[in-house]
């Protein structure tokens, strides 16, 4: 595998975004991974690694950045009300999708710059607070985005302007949306409304809820994690960019 760290300019500063891609054949397919909230670690770069080996230009931007260089955090962020945890909400609380969506633009620039990455259709995908971002990035850049995964997504349907349901009927590309049985940050009657309303909007794709499992299922370091439900959110979302993007 060849990675890299590269800092990608946006209109607000250098975005920290960490590449990885085989090391044979290519040019591959881009794929945007988007991270959780507690924010970049080794765990999401090793995800990366795992994704990418099967085919993809992967790349893992730090959508902190706009906050400093030290929008990194320790394990104990994971702890609510450490120290850790309350350096990290101090920047989760400011996050709207906006300014992620310029991101998104930024990263589609970049890689239309590259040699090593296929032309044209882009994969994106995001876990927990950026489960929104992925499904606004399919609205708003619709006739890249072919393929956009939201997994165990926050707040999908609110009163916000930004709620993430106004966003379904806009995307071009195949939505997969993955919910977890227990959460508290996207409840069942949550979940249900959403899906109603995936399917009124018309929407390519499918909601999928993962029984007997709690938020962050998918993260190996994680107590919640499952891994029958971790190895089945990999096969959907790899079957999800074989299907669009090859």
Known sequence: MIEETVDIATADGAMETFVCRPERGGPYPPVFFLMDAPGIRE?????????????????LPNLYYRFGRDTVYGPEVLEHGSAEHRRMRAVRTRMTIPPVMEDVAALLRFVDQRADVKRGLVGCHGY???GPYALAAAARHR???AAAASFYGTWLVSDAAESPHLTLGKAKGELYI??????DLAPLPMVEELRRLFQQAGASG???IYLGVHHGFAFPQRRVYDKPSAERHWERL?????RRLG
């Not at 765990?43 to 790349?59: H, I, K, P, Q």
């Not at 993955?178 to 959460?183: F, Y």
């Not at 790899?238 to 074989?242: D, F, K, N, T």
């Open 128 to 130: 927990c607070m950026s």
């Open 43 to 59: 765990e999401l770069r090793d995800m990366t690694r795992r994704l990418a080996s099967v085919g993809y230009c992967v790349l």
């Open 178 to 183: 993955a919910c977890a049985e227990h959460d």
């Open 206 to 208: 499918e909601l999928e």
């Open 143 to 145: 006739d890249r985005i």
């Open 238 to 242: 790899i079957a999800l960019y074989r």
